[in-house]
């Protein structure tokens, strides 16, 4: 017999200036609820102030007679979720709190705390369906894949699930829609999300993605993701897979069945420069099908960098990436990473080559070693200032060896300041997204 369950699903609010999107992750769960008939919504509070958060959060609790509450974390959020689980279990007692997300899925252990009841990281969704219709008795959960829990004041750990390829709902949209006057990316507009495949097939050292899904790769149907997508409201669609143009011959059937179904969208998504400068043949189809915004983790312009990231690419690969994507009418939204090792020179370096390539789209990062990645397990010892509301890429958490951390900051911004400007000059005159303009409008 069901338990019954009264479900509020939190996305925590960070700081973010170029971009206020849906909660997909929690539109997944919503859509579960919604299967099994379970009274659920979503707080999403980037789209209220950070007053009053707490209070929101109560009164909501209050009102719609909340039991259940879940928390969906990243790294960036750790501290504020467990004070938040902290803060409302002294208040509700007798209310049920679950943490899952990126971060519980690569650290769960980490919110093993008294305040927090379950922490989800299976692969899947499959195990949060069997809990939502059977109960919360430990009996129960020790059978469920990917999940802790407390017994007896004991936290037990099960074993994943296997790695994932397909969802077991579609997502509650309704989210999306309801706020959709405050959803944006900076000077591009309004954008939903979709989500074509699971981890990722390459293993930079600064990024765990590559161990999520248990470590495997998988794809979705693709006709059931271009169902999904033709299905949206919105005439922007951002692909969040970590790499959609990897397969030529599965992004070719995409751009293929888009066309045939006479879809209309404007989409963005991820490349590696590699993809890109190996395979110019496949860009004419992906413009004629949509594609008019890649996003190219570049990260670096010296081999020697970007083969200390593992990046398993070369500058001569970032060269021709951004080059063909020129040739073809699609933006190249250039992301860089600054290396606590930079120097005043990579800098100026970097100046330079997004000048001589005609980069208009650039998007800085510092370089972190998230809990979970290689490059964590390199640097742990290193880290300073560790604290989860910075890691987030913009903040330092290694000490710089070749400037004072100031300075690194100071040059991070000044970057910026220096190349932000002509962004919003071309967006203001319409021509940022004609890419063969090298002027300022």
């Given at each position: 017999m069901r338990t019954k369950f009264r479900v509020l699903l939190i996305r925590p609010k960070y700081s973010s200036l170029v971009a206020n999107l849906e909660p997909l992750g929690l539109e997944y769960l919503a859509g579960l609820a919604r299967d099994l008939k379970i009274p659920c919504g979503i707080l999403d509070e980037f789209q209220y102030?950070?007053?009053?958060?707490?209070?929101?959060?109560?009164?909501?609790?209050?009102?719609?007679?909340?039991?259940?509450?879940?928390?969906?974390?990243?790294?960036?959020?750790?501290?504020?979720?467990?004070?938040?689980?902290?803060?409302?279990?002294?208040?509700?007692?007798?209310?049920?709190?679950?943490?899952?997300?990126?971060?519980?899925?690569?650290?769960?252990?980490?919110?093993?705390?008294?305040?927090?009841?379950?922490?989800?990281?299976?692969?899947?969704?499959t195990s949060l369906k069997q809990i939502w219709e059977n109960g919360l008795s430990p009996q129960f959960l020790r059978g469920r894949k990917g999940v802790a829990f407390k017994e007896a004041g004991k936290w037990i750990a099960t074993e994943k699930g296997e790695p994932v390829c397909g969802f077991i709902t579609k997502p509650d949209r309704r989210t999306l829609y309801r706020y959709l006057k405050n959803n944006f990316i900076f000077l591009k507009g309004k954008f939903a999300l979709a989500k074509a495949s699971f981890s990722c097939p390459f293993n930079c050292s600064f990024c765990y993605c590559t161990k999520m899904n248990s470590g495997k790769?998988?794809?979705?149907?693709?006709?059931?993701?271009?169902?999904?997508?033709?299905?949206?409201?919105?005439?922007?669609?951002?692909?969040?897979?970590?790499?959609?143009?990897?397969?030529?011959?599965?992004?070719?059937?995409?751009?293929?069945?888009i066309l045939r179904r006479g879809i209309k969208k404007h989409f963005m998504a991820y490349s590696r420069a590699d993809f890109l400068s190996e395979n110019p043949g496949i860009l004419p189809l992906a413009y004629k099908a949509g594609f008019r915004d890649i996003m190219v983790g570049l990260e670096a312009i010296s081999d020697d960098t970007?083969?200390?990231?593992?990046?398993?690419?070369?500058?001569?690969?970032?060269?021709?990436?951004?080059?063909?994507?020129?040739?073809?009418?699609?933006?190249?939204?250039?992301?860089?990473?600054?290396?606590?090792?930079?120097?005043?020179?990579?800098?100026?370096?970097?100046?330079?080559?997004?000048?001589?390539?005609?980069?208009?789209?650039?998007?800085?990062?510092?370089?972190?070693?998230?809990?979970g990645s290689d490059a964590y397990n390199e640097y742990r010892n290193k880290l300073r200032h560790f604290r989860s509301w910075r890691l987030d890429g913009t903040h330092l958490t290694l000490k710089p060896t070749n400037m004072s951390s100031l300075e690194f900051m100071f040059r991070y911004y000044l970057i910026h300041a220096q190349t932000y400007p002509k962004i919003v000059v071309r967006s203001l005159f319409g021509t940022a997204y004609d890419t063969k303009k090298t002027g300022w409008i």
């Open positions: 102030p950070y007053a009053f958060r707490f209070r929101r959060m109560c009164e909501i609790i209050e009102k719609k007679h909340i039991s259940f509450v879940g928390l969906s974390a990243n790294a960036n959020t750790v501290d504020y979720i467990k004070r938040r689980a902290r803060e409302l279990k002294k208040k509700y007692p007798h209310i049920t709190i679950m943490v899952g997300g990126p971060e519980a899925e690569m650290n769960y252990r980490d919110f093993f705390t008294d305040d927090i009841d379950l922490v989800y990281y299976d692969n899947g969704l790769y998988t794809e979705r149907n693709l006709m059931d993701f271009i169902d999904e997508i033709e299905e949206l409201k919105l005439d922007k669609i951002w692909i969040v897979d970590d790499t959609f143009f990897f397969d030529k011959e599965r992004v070719r059937s995409f751009c293929n069945e970007l083969d200390e990231y593992n990046k398993q690419t070369s500058r001569n690969d970032n060269i021709n990436a951004i080059r063909n994507l020129r040739k073809n009418n699609i933006v190249c939204n250039a992301l860089f990473v600054f290396n606590y090792t930079s120097t005043r020179e990579d800098f100026r370096k970097l100046l330079r080559f997004i000048k001589e390539n005609n980069l208009l789209w650039v998007v800085f990062g510092i370089f972190t070693p998230y809990k």
